[in-house]
């Protein structure tokens, strides 16, 4: 059974400050994905990984930066909180190459005052 | 660009009545469709893909080339299907998801 875990399911920030997320999953899955979600935009994605040390912008990657050094861990970075980066941020991770399921986090809510 | 829309942000139906999400996506390629749902206080997960063509507690969805639309379907809808539904497009390494429909389903 996939597992999909995240660092915080709460997280209470103020603007300016540096934010770290951390995901790890603990199925050898190749590719890691960060969304945000937010109520009538569904799911966005920041960034993904493919590989360790590999990293692709999403549609939203402004604000944000990721790190993958290890294969199971996937790290969502915000350099300086802002307010409009209050949101839900989910991870997930799939097996390698395309057209796989998605196996996601509990997710972690972010209020950024 | 590729996208994924879903037109209802809320579907409420009785229990027992035909329930359909609406889904169309903009792709030219071959696209790889997916199903997606969020119940109440539980994680995201994987309700069904098109490319397994399966049924999941009862819902189907087709692919329709020719419209662009990957319909979510059940003849009879019951209470526990009340959730989040979201509607996903992969293409290459990357995924869309729609904006997602919240189906409630009345006793």
């Known amino acids: 059974d996939v597992k999909v875990t995240q660092s915080s399911r709460y997280l209470v920030k103020r603007t300016g400050e540096k934010v770290f997320l951390e995901c790890v999953q603990d199925?050898?899955?190749?590719?890691m994905f960060w969304y945000r979600q937010d109520p009538g935009l569904g799911l966005r994605l920041i960034y993904f990984?493919?590989?360790?040390?590999?990293?692709e912008k999403g549609d939203i990657p402004e604000g944000y930066s990721v790190s993958r050094e290890k294969k199971e861990r996937f790290s969502l970075i915000l350099e300086s909180a802002s307010t409009n980066q209050t949101s839900m941020y989910l991870c997930?991770?799939?097996?390698?190459?395309?057209?796989?399921?998605?196996?996601f986090g509990p997710g972690t809510r972010l209020l950024v005052l | 660009a590729q996208r994924v829309t879903q037109p209802e942000k809320l579907l409420s139906v009785f229990k027992g009545a035909p329930v359909e999400l609406k889904c169309n996506y903009s792709y030219s390629g071959s696209p790889e469709l997916f199903w997606y749902v969020q119940y109440s206080r539980q994680r995201l997960q994987l309700l069904l893909r098109h490319i397994s063509r399966e049924s999941i507690k009862g819902f189907t969805a087709d692919l329709n080339k020719g419209e662009t639309s990957f319909h979510l379907k059940k003849p009879f809808a019951q209470e526990e299907d009340s959730a989040m539904y979201y509607c996903?497009?992969?293409?290459?390494?990357?995924?869309?998801f729609g904006p997602g429909t919240r189906l409630s389903v009345l006793p």
């Open positions: 996903a497009l992969n293409y290459g390494q990357n995924f869309v």
């Open positions: 997930a991770s799939s097996l390698g190459g395309n057209k796989e399921t998605q196996y």
């Open positions: 990984s493919y590989d360790v040390k590999m990293k």
């Open positions: 199925m050898d899955h190749e590719n």
